[in-house]
């Protein structure tokens, strides 16, 4: 499956879901600075890793999926929720590369500079984020083919033994 | 000019000092564990838009599963580590950053647990997304304490 950029989305999204995510990321960013002030950098460095984004955004992907149907007549609560659900899957999978962005800062920040440690850093959260996308999709892919085709081939040994039994009643 | 207006422990007015180890404090109040308001102001904006600028990202992406990635983008980590960096020091960041690592652990197990609940279609998102913050706090506490506690 390839990624593709749809606009339609942003068309869509209203100007208090933009400040909404503005005042959610600002208020954990703050956070997590007053919480490794108070308790030290080890405690406050976990809150690098809090999910910020997520639900606001799984509740915002959940309203418009579930408009989309419901502007069609039909019920879109169970859809809504799906469509949360495999957004918050992707963002297990990108947990991968928020561990390595993790991991680069931890082990070149002392000897490099910070932006060219934060710029490393962010290539390998990207390429680790795709790649585990990528593999995942070709691995679920390759197993439902899997499947299917051994699913088709017991119907197809199968069919000429139920046909010969309706032949004997 | 430092610390003109004090309201308790937080402070309105921040002055550069530099520091020993070639890092430069922000607020000379800093040091003594105080709080200064244009720290905290200067994280909301920067953080704000680091966070806004990946939701962008994510919705305009497609299939949703692959948008679901800037999800778990490292927005705060992009906002903070810099900053820190330039009053703490890089050691002092470097540790944040080694903590971050037990808390994408916990972020992927809540991601996870999130997404299977969603899944299934019972529970509606918000509920959802924000009563398994918990399992968030369990998990990167439990790992930080296994990790890093007992040293």
Redesign the interface.
């Known amino acids: 499956m390839k990624f593709k950029i749809d606009t339609s989305e942003i068309a869509e999204s209203k100007l208090y879901e933009y400040v909404l995510r503005f005042v959610f990321g600002g208020t954990v960013t703050a956070m997590t600075g007053l919480i490794a002030k108070r308790y030290g950098p080890e405690i406050g460095g976990l809150f690098l890793a809090f999910p910020a984004i997520l639900p606001a955004t799984a509740t915002l992907i959940e309203k418009h999926e579930k408009e989309k149907k419901e502007r069609s007549g039909k019920n879109g609560t169970a859809r809504g929720r799906k469509a949360a659900g495999v957004d918050a899957a992707g963002a297990a999978m990108g947990c991968a590369g928020l561990a390595v962005f993790a991991l680069i800062v931890w082990q070149i920040l002392p000897n490099s500079s910070s932006g060219f440690t934060l710029v490393t850093a962010t290539v390998a959260w990207l390429i680790v984020a795709v790649s585990v996308w990528l593999i995942r999709e070709k691995l679920w892919r390759g197993l439902a083919r899997r499947f299917r085709s051994s699913h088709h081939r017991r119907r197809a040994l199968r069919r000429p033994v139920s046909s010969i039994h309706r032949r004997i009643k | 000019m430092n610390a003109r207006l004090k309201t308790g422990g937080i402070h309105f007015n921040c002055v550069a000092q530099p520091t020993g180890d070639g890092a430069v404090a922000g607020c000379v109040l800093?040091a003594r564990?105080q709080?200064c308001v244009k720290?905290?102001v200067f994280?909301?904006?920067?953080?704000?838009?680091?966070?806004?600028a990946?939701?962008?990202l994510?919705?305009?992406?497609?299939?949703?599963?692959?948008?679901?990635?800037?999800?778990?983008?490292?927005?705060?980590?992009?906002?903070?580590?810099?900053?820190?960096?330039?009053k703490?020091g890089?050691?002092?960041?470097?540790?944040?950053?080694?903590?971050?690592?037990?808390?994408?652990?916990?972020?992927?197990v809540?991601?996870?647990v999130?997404?299977?609940?969603?899944?299934?279609?019972r529970?509606?998102?918000?509920p959802?997304?924000?009563f398994a913050?918990a399992i968030?706090f369990i998990c990167?506490?439990g790992l930080?304490y296994v990790v890093?506690g007992r040293a």
């Open positions: 800093a564990g709080v720290d905290i994280r909301v904006i920067v953080g704000g838009l680091v966070v806004s990946f939701s962008l994510g919705a305009l992406l497609k299939p949703k599963s692959f948008a679901g990635l800037f999800g778990a983008a490292p927005s705060i980590a992009l906002a903070t580590i810099a900053l820190t960096a330039m703490e890089k050691e002092y960041a470097s540790l944040e950053a080694r903590s971050m690592i037990l808390g994408s652990f916990a972020f992927c809540y991601a996870y999130v997404s299977r609940l969603l899944i299934r279609g529970f509606p998102a918000l959802t997304t924000a913050i968030w990167a506490f930080w890093l």
